[in-house]
């Protein structure tokens, strides 16, 4: 059997690159009728997340345990997988007020890849272990590898050397028996079925992909203090419309008018954790940064 025939093979056993009965006929039909058939698929998405939920938690305690260990959680991946962890990294710095080194996403091909297709470069495993060995990639750190075939090989090699290294590994894949979800120690699998337009796994499984990643995140940012309540009291306020943000979000969590939270974050040099820790509290500027650092950033714990 020849490479190209085993590859046939191997795509032929893929949930994502099935033929879909629905949609068949989809050049067949009016505008309406096609947005009304992907929404009609899109429904499956959410419910097929839901039951990848007890790993996706597993995979958030993993997260928040490296970042209290100093290290870092890492997406990586290919195509339009590669390109979701970049998203999903690049958001976290101004949603969470966490550096950029935090949370790292990497593609294959590098940041060309994101705008320009570099299809190719998957197809190289030793670039997916390159990439974390120029991270410095250390054992502290949790590695996401994201393929939605589950087969890549840069994101295999990836993975293949997180392991080496003492890394937590965690594969997001929308085929449960695939190579990253037997080889990595969490598996994220939504089994989301085959595409509204067979193979193009930006749609259905893109979305899933974009579910599970918000909810590692988030959900990790959440559990290390960058929320209080839901509200982000860790947002940098970087443009008028954050600001204007950050002033509402004192308000909210205070319950005080809009001068006193301006007034709040103006002393407060625009922290916002600051100044609704002097509002609540009527401590001072000093006291309120000397109660966050002990409580270690927490805005509930420096409350109570």
């Known amino acids: 059997m020849t490479a190209s025939d085993t590859l046939h093979a191997q795509l032929q056993q893929l ?50 345990a490296a970042f209290n260990n100093g290290g870092r959680l890492v997406y990586i991946g290919a195509g339009t997988s590669g390109r979701l962890g970049v998203l999903d990294a690049s958001e976290c710095p101004p949603t969470f007020g966490v550096p950029p080194t935090m949370v790292v996403g990497l593609i294959a091909g590098g940041l060309d890849a994101l705008v320009n297709a570099s299809e190719g470069a998957e ?14 990639l250390t054992a502290r750190d949790v590695v996401v590898g994201i393929a939605v075939s589950g087969r890549t090989p840069y994101v295999i090699g990836a993975l293949e050397h997180a392991k080496a290294q003492g890394a937590v590994t965690v594969a997001l894949t929308c085929n449960p028996d695939s190579p990253i979800a037997r080889m990595a120690d969490i598996s994220i699998a939504p089994v989301v079925g085959p595409e509204v337009i067979t193979g193009s796994t930006r ?21 290390i203090g960058k929320t209080y309540g839901n509200l982000m009291v860790d947002m940098i306020a970087s443009n008028e419309k954050l600001m204007a943000r950050a002033v509402r979000i004192v308000m909210q969590a ?51």
């Open 203 to 223: 749609l259905k499984s893109g979305t899933a992909q974009k579910l599970v990643l918000n909810m590692l995140s988030t959900a990790s940012m959440v559990r």
């Open 15 to 64: 949930v994502s690159e099935g033929r879909n009965p629905r949609t068949t006929d989809i050049d067949l039909m009016s505008s309406f009728e096609i947005v009304g058939a992907m929404n009609a698929e899109d429904r499956a998405v959410p419910e097929a997340v839901g039951k990848t939920l007890p790993e996706i938690a597993r995979a958030v305690d993993a997260i928040v």
């Open 254 to 304: 205070t319950n005080c008018s809009a001068e006193v939270a301006e007034a709040a974050m103006a002393r407060a040099e625009n922290d916002t954790k600051v100044a609704i820790l002097t509002v609540l509290t009527g401590k001072s500027v000093e006291v309120a940064r000397a109660d966050l650092a002990g409580a270690d950033g927490v805005l509930r714990r420096a409350l109570s």
């Open 123 to 136: 197809d190289r495993s030793e670039a997916g272990a390159a990439d974390l060995v120029d991270i410095g």
